[in-house]
Antibody, heavy 118, light 107 residues
Framework: QVQLQESGPGLVKPPETLSLTCAVS??????????WSWIRQHPGKGLEWIGHISVSGGTYYKSSFKSRVTISLDTSKNHFSLNLSSLTAADTALYFC??????????WGQGTTVTVSS | DIQMTQSPSSLSASVGDRVTITCRASQSVHRYLNWYQQKPGRAPSLLIY???SLQSGVPSRFSGSGSGTDFTLTISSLQPEDFATYYCQQSFTTPRTFGQGTKVDIK
């Protein structure tokens, strides 16, 4: 079955840009009507949707991130990525990649912790 | 954005109890409402999608109901492995939005 694995730096300095990658295994990122998503969770808090990208490359972002977020798809490497710029301590969180099939999010990565600190 | 409000925020229950969690949307999401379970240090996992469909592999003691703005997750007989935090989420539109979570712990 499809599995997702996040990778990226655990520590980033403000106001640098965070770059995370989600490797998709067990299936093609190009197949099916899925949205490939990024979601984060601040320590001890709830889930915050950041945005997603469709197989056709259409992107949708939460408005509070819109000016500093980019999600992209690399079908040749079977992965998708999150770039989040102008980082502050408020971006310290656990970041999940996930697969959204429109009626729910059925596959999640294990999550990667990102700390923003100088 | 559609706001999702869960109640209660936390509850204490015993093994064998029937547990009900509610989720209210700020506008109709039709039946595009999903429920997730999250245990500490783990990613969430999908329990129920489109209000009442049980995700493959999820025990039948979990059930969901509702439509429009009001939804319910029910655990018919709480098991030790069910102590966790539960989230609702609407997938009717973007941005996807989650409820704040309901933590179920041991009484």
């Amino acid at each position: 079955q499809v599995q997702l694995q996040e990778s990226g730096p655990g520590l980033v300095k403000p106001p640098e840009t965070l770059s995370l990658t989600c490797a998709v295994s067990g299936g093609s990122i190009s197949s099916g009507a899925y949205y490939w998503s990024w979601i984060r969770q601040h320590p001890g808090k709830g889930l915050e949707w950041i945005g997603h990208i469709s197989v056709s490359g259409g992107t949708y972002y939460k408005s509070s991130f819109k000016s500093r977020v980019t999600i992209s798809l690399d079908t040749s490497k079977n992965h998708f990525s999150l770039n989040l710029s102008s980082l502050t301590a408020a971006d310290t969180a656990l970041y999940f990649c996930a697969r959204d099939f429109s009626s729910g999010i059925d596959v999640w990565g294990q999550g990667t912790t990102v700390t923003v600190s100088s | 954005d559609i706001q999702m409000t869960q109640s209660p925020s936390s509850l204490s229950a015993s093994v064998g109890d029937r547990v009900t969690i509610t989720c209210r949307a700020s506008q109709s999401v039709h039946r595009y409402l999903n429920w997730y379970q999250q245990k500490p240090g783990r990613a969430p996992s999908l329990l129920i999608y489109v209000a009442s469909s049980l995700q493959s592999g999820v025990p039948s003691r979990f059930s969901g109901s509702g439509s429009g703005t009001d939804f319910t997750l029910t655990i018919s007989s709480l098991q030790p492995e069910d102590f966790a935090t539960y989230y609702c989420q609407q997938s009717f539109t973007t941005p996807r939005t989650f409820g704040q979570g309901t933590k179920v712990d041991i009484k």
